[in-house]
């Protein structure tokens, strides 16, 4: 099953702005939107954001999601070295039934 | 606070069986959509089923269709995944999680190594 399409690695520097990127297609992040999520190494992943912009309670407000089209984008301001860890996108695919992840971006704060 | 606590992992031969639970606490079990996901050691997160609450619709990737069997008990708040047939390649960490909106709660997994 096709998945979502993520940039393998972004670096930025600390307090610094980084903006990850995640493309599917008009069946998923298209249609649903996406959900982000974090996951530090050895631990499981924690559900940052979900259709496109809401946030869990207890997510700092340095993040923010959006959508353009099929693209979703997560937004993380004044960069700390706890944002150091690996992010994933996902949505539902209305045409798979199935749900999708993107291959993971693994952002480093320098 | 949700908890989910997945058991059943191990060691299997290829072609063997294995049974993963995932116990669940601190939310209506009952009323919510469940899935389980795994991720192969330094890789990324690959969805595998999902089960709505009453059991009536369940859906696989292709890649374990035919193979694995998901299912629930609502009265032990108890979800489970039979893995049949394995191969080498179900070599993954399983977790078990809950979707309320979108994929929300994780347990911490399950280690599943396939290997002769």
């Known amino acids: 099953q096709a998945g979502l399409t993520q940039p393998p690695s972004v670096s930025k520097d600390l307090r610094q702005t980084a903006t990850l990127t995640c493309t599917g297609n008009?069946?998923?992040?298209?249609?649903?939107?996406a959900a982000w999520l974090q996951q530090h190494q050895g631990h499981p992943p924690k559900l940052l954001s979900y259709?496109?912009?809401n946030r869990p309670s207890g997510i700092s407000e340095r993040l923010s999601a959006s959508r353009s089209g099929n693209t979703a984008s997560l937004t993380i301001t004044g960069l700390q070295p706890e944002d150091e860890a690996d992010y994933y996108c996902s949505a539902w695919d209305s045409s798979l039934s199935a749900w999708v992840f993107g291959g993971g971006t693994k952002l480093t704060v320098l | 606070e949700v908890h989910l606590v997945e058991s059943g992992g191990g060691f299997i031969q290829p072609g063997g069986s294995l049974r993963l639970s995932c116990a669940a606490s601190g939310f209506s079990f009952s009323t919510d959509w469940m899935h389980w996901v795994r991720q192969a050691p330094g890789k990324g997160l690959v969805w595998v089923s999902h089960?709505?609450?009453?059991?009536?619709?369940?859906n696989y990737a292709d890649s374990v269709k035919g193979r694995f069997t998901i299912s629930r008990d609502n009265a032990k708040n108890t979800l489970y995944l039979q893995m049949n047939s394995l191969r080498a390649e179900d070599t993954a960490v399983y977790y078990c999680?809950?979707?309320?909106?979108?994929?929300?709660?994780w347990g911490q997994g399950t280690l599943v190594t396939v290997s002769s």
């Open positions: 008009s069946n998923n992040v298209g249609n649903q939107g």
């Open positions: 999680a809950r979707e309320v909106g979108s994929i929300d709660c």
């Open positions: 259709r496109d912009n």
């Open positions: 089960i709505n609450s009453d059991g009536s619709t369940i």
